[in-house]
């Protein structure tokens, strides 16, 4: 077992099995659903996240401490990387595309039709907003910028 393993019990969950609920308030724009599938995001250790966004929803520029690895599971996620939001340089991925992202790397995103998505990597997991007032913390009296 690796130091980075979380504690898990042997698990199999259908995609309609899968608990959504509301993102923790600051951590995502108001309007993600959120499952923690495996392990602590905000902990030392393996992680594997599940978002649904509704279409249209979009992800402000921004990097995490961490690498990484997001899988497209439905609908579509436009993405782009770099420090400010160009639709023109985004890249159009559906079910099954995959991205790993470099901790400190700037990206940024936005749903066509409602996307689910999964990301993995190992915590602490969190979100640097490129443009301040673009960080969903300062808007919501309870943020906290972890799940």
Do not use: C
Not at 94 to 104: H, T, W
Not at 116 to 125: A, K, N
């Amino acid at each position: 077992m690796s130091r980075f393993d979380a504690p898990v019990k042997p698990t199999s969950v259908n995609m309609n099995e899968i608990a959504f609920a509301p993102a923790p308030a600051g951590m995502l724009p108001r309007g993600a659903q959120l499952a923690v599938l495996e392990g602590d995001p905000a902990k030392n250790q393996n992680f594997v996240l599940r978002i649904k966004v509704p279409d249209g929803y979009r992800f402000p520029v921004h990097s995490h401490r961490v690498t990484d690895r997001l899988v497209v599971i439905s609908g579509t996620l436009m993405f782009g990387s770099g420090d400010t939001w160009q639709p023109g340089a985004m890249k159009e991925l559906k079910p099954g595309s995959i991205v790993f992202e470099p901790a400190g790397h700037k990206h940024y995103g936005q749903a066509k039709g409602e996307t689910v998505f999964q990301i993995s990597g190992t915590g602490p997991f969190d979100t640097q907003w490129a443009n301040p007032d673009e960080d969903p913390a300062r808007s919501s009296p309870q943020a906290t910028a972890r799940p």
